[in-house]
């Protein structure tokens, strides 16, 4: 992540390489900086819309080497929301690999307002480049942040980023090297400096626990399956929240066996651990007075010689069975054992996070992710998601789906019908739950981006985990 700085100087003066403005949507780009700047957007014919990014040499008058001119797609300064900003001032940052330093002016703008445009800043500037070979163009540098009165802000940005980038390289890490017992080892590396108690059942615990789902899951691959709890417990903490991540460390179907066109974006069904994980370390380091425990459910979906088959019946962490009928329906059967734990403890909230359902990116499409649960625990999400700026939308359960869950010689079966799947998929989780106050967020679309947009590139996006720390943020007072 760039060092990000704040700094009084103006933006004609300022010593950057490039120097980030904003230009307002119209007929006649409006540039909000120095004057000197209009002529250049008026010159290559800058419109404002959103993510539009134009890159020219400084004009007389500017100290920066050149200009970066990224649309808000609004008319006026008052009518950008901080995602307009965030995604704005990403895009001019994601399009700098490979720059030293730039700098952002928001002349105008409010407080609130540059917090939001550096934190879009620096969601902007990311790049996975751990396998490249030879000298790859990095993310940019360095971030001057002209202005005064957010450094708060700037440091909550740090930490909220940060975390942001650990899912993304959590995900965008491949499978061959990020298997369940090195996601745990991980998990426990990242901890390691933070007031937080980490515990790793392996697959032997997790036989004798009676943990069937996470097992069954995982028998059919070398690399056997873990479960990870985390727990950040503050003095005095007067609420608690309880996570539940997917942790599917490469997803082939199973038995079941997926399509191979996409199949190698699979390593990303494990982003639903990746930012459980990431979010209760941020809460840490945030030191909000929470308490916050992590499960990350991890096992990879193979089909070994050991593979759970269709027909198979397993018993799950509360004692109830499932007939297993697609094998490529893992994801709910690792997260009910998971849940079962992390409602033990009665937490004020339970949240799950996984990458479900295609059927979620059928019905909301590749940017939009999905939250069901109980009302206030799904209104909960939707607050929180409205202030972080990330794309939610509330989907029901209908009661008549319940039925098609009813297992033929079992309690359940791990597939209902085909029409509704990310409804029956959390109806199925529903079971595992009780009367806990709970949200579950189908994150398939938006995790994993095959397009840039904004501050995000393509890969890993880490979306989502903005939305569950503020959720957390929200328990305080």
Same mark, same amino acid.
């Given at each position: 992540?760039?060092?990000?700085?704040?700094?009084?100087?103006?933006?004609?003066?300022?010593?950057?390489?490039?120097?980030?403005l904003?230009?307002?949507?119209?007929?006649?780009?409006?540039?909000?900086?120095?004057?000197a700047? !209009?002529? +250049?957007?008026?010159?290559?014919? &800058?419109? =404002? /819309? %959103?993510?539009?990014?134009?890159?020219?040499? *400084?004009? @007389?008058?500017i100290?920066?080497?050149?200009?970066v001119?990224t649309?808000?797609?609004?008319?006026?300064?008052?009518? !950008?929301? +901080?995602?307009?900003?965030?995604? &704005?001032? =990403? /895009? %001019?940052?994601?399009?700098?690999?490979?720059? *030293?330093s @730039?700098?952002?002016?928001?002349?105008g703008?409010?407080?609130?307002?540059?917090?939001?445009?550096?934190?879009?800043?620096?969601?902007?500037?990311?790049?996975?480049? &751990?396998?490249?070979?030879?000298e790859?163009?990095?993310?940019?540098? *360095?971030?001057?942040?002209?202005?005064?009165?957010?450094?708060?802000?700037?440091?909550?940005?740090r930490?909220v980023?940060?975390?942001?980038?650990?899912?993304?390289?959590?995900?965008?890490?491949?499978?061959?090297?990020?298997?369940?017992?090195?996601? *745990?080892r991980?998990a426990?590396?990242?901890?390691?400096?933070l007031?937080?108690?980490?515990?790793?059942?392996d697959e032997?615990?997790?036989?004798?626990?009676?943990?069937?789902?996470?097992?069954?899951?995982?028998?059919?691959?070398?690399?056997?399956?873990?479960?990870?709890?985390?727990?950040?417990?503050?003095?005095?903490?007067?609420?608690?929240?309880?996570?539940?991540g997917?942790?599917?460390t490469?997803?082939s179907?199973g038995?079941?066996?997926?399509?191979?066109?996409?199949?190698e974006?699979?390593?990303?069904?494990?982003?639903?651990?990746?930012?459980?994980?990431?979010?209760?370390?941020?809460?840490?380091?945030?030191?909000?007075?929470?308490?916050v425990?992590?499960y990350?459910?991890?096992?990879?979906n193979?089909?070994?010689?050991?593979?759970?088959?269709?027909g198979?019946?397993?018993?799950?962490r509360?004692?109830k069975?499932?007939?297993?009928?697609?094998?490529?329906?893992?994801?709910?059967m690792?997260?009910?054992?998971?849940?079962?734990?992390?409602?033990?403890?009665?937490p004020?909230?339970?949240?799950d996070?996984?990458?479900?359902?295609?059927?979620?990116?059928v019905?909301?499409?590749?940017?939009?992710?999905?939250?069901m649960?109980?009302?206030?625990?799904?209104?909960t999400?939707?607050?929180?998601?409205?202030?972080?700026?990330?794309?939610?939308?509330?989907?029901?359960?209908?009661?008549?789906?319940?039925?098609d869950l009813?297992?033929?010689?079992?309690?359940?079966?791990?597939?209902?019908d085909?029409w509704?799947g990310a409804?029956?998929?959390?109806?199925?989780?529903?079971?595992?739950?009780?009367?806990?106050?709970?949200?579950?967020?189908?994150?398939?679309?938006?995790s994993?981006?095959?397009?840039?947009l904004?501050?995000?590139?393509?890969?890993?996006?880490?979306?989502?985990?903005?939305?569950?720390?503020?959720?957390?943020e929200d328990?305080?007072?």
């Amino acid at each position: 992540m760039p060092d990000i700085t704040l700094t009084s100087v103006s933006p004609d003066a300022v010593d950057a390489d490039v120097l980030i403005l904003p230009v307002l949507k119209a007929e006649e780009p409006v540039v909000l900086g120095p004057g000197a700047t !209009a002529g +250049a957007a008026a010159a290559i014919g &800058a419109s =404002g /819309a %959103a993510d539009e990014v134009s890159r020219v040499p *400084a004009p @007389a008058g500017i100290a920066a080497s050149s200009v970066v001119l990224t649309g808000l797609g609004v008319a006026a300064l008052e009518d !950008a929301s +901080a995602e307009d900003l965030r995604r &704005a001032f =990403g /895009a %001019a940052t994601r399009s700098l690999a490979g720059v *030293a330093s @730039a700098a952002i002016a928001l002349p105008g703008g409010t407080a609130e307002q540059l917090a939001a445009a550096a934190e879009g800043a620096l969601l902007g500037a990311y790049a996975f480049i &751990a396998h490249k070979s030879g000298e790859p163009k990095g993310p940019l540098g *360095a971030i001057q942040v002209l202005g005064e009165g957010i450094d708060a802000d700037l440091e909550r940005s740090r930490i909220v980023v940060d975390a942001v980038n650990l899912t993304r390289d959590l995900v965008n890490t491949p499978p061959n090297l990020l298997f369940p017992a090195e996601f *745990a080892r991980r998990a426990q590396e990242t901890a390691a400096d933070l007031p937080v108690e980490v515990t790793v059942l392996d697959e032997k615990q997790l036989a004798d626990g009676g943990y069937g789902g996470i097992v069954g899951v995982g028998q059919g691959s070398s690399r056997p399956p873990r479960l990870v709890r985390l727990d950040y417990a503050p003095a005095g903490a007067e609420r608690h929240v309880a996570l539940v991540g997917k942790g599917i460390t490469f997803d082939s179907g199973g038995i079941s066996l997926k399509p191979g066109p996409g199949m190698e974006e699979m390593t990303s069904d494990m982003t639903g651990a990746a930012t459980v994980l990431s979010a209760l370390l941020a809460a840490a380091r945030l030191e909000l007075p929470v308490r916050v425990t992590s499960y990350l459910a991890l096992a990879e979906n193979l089909p070994g010689g050991g593979a759970q088959r269709p027909g198979d019946v397993v018993t799950m962490r509360n004692g109830k069975t499932v007939e297993v009928l697609n094998t490529d329906a893992e994801g709910r059967m690792v997260m009910a054992d998971a849940l079962v734990d992390a409602v033990a403890d009665d937490p004020d909230l339970v949240m799950d996070v996984a990458t479900l359902t295609g059927a979620a990116i059928v019905a909301l499409g590749k940017r939009t992710a999905a939250v069901m649960g109980t009302e206030d625990a799904r209104s909960t999400v939707l607050a929180a998601a409205e202030t972080a700026g990330e794309p939610f939308w509330p989907l029901p359960f209908p009661a008549e789906l319940r039925a098609d869950l009813d297992g033929r010689i079992s309690d359940l079966k791990n597939i209902g019908d085909r029409w509704g799947g990310a409804l029956t998929a959390g109806i199925f989780l529903q079971e595992f739950v009780g009367d806990a106050a709970w949200a579950h967020l189908d994150i398939a679309g938006p995790s994993f981006a095959s397009s840039a947009l904004g501050y995000m590139g393509k890969g890993a996006t880490g979306m989502s985990v903005r939305t569950v720390l503020q959720v957390i943020e929200d328990q305080v007072g």
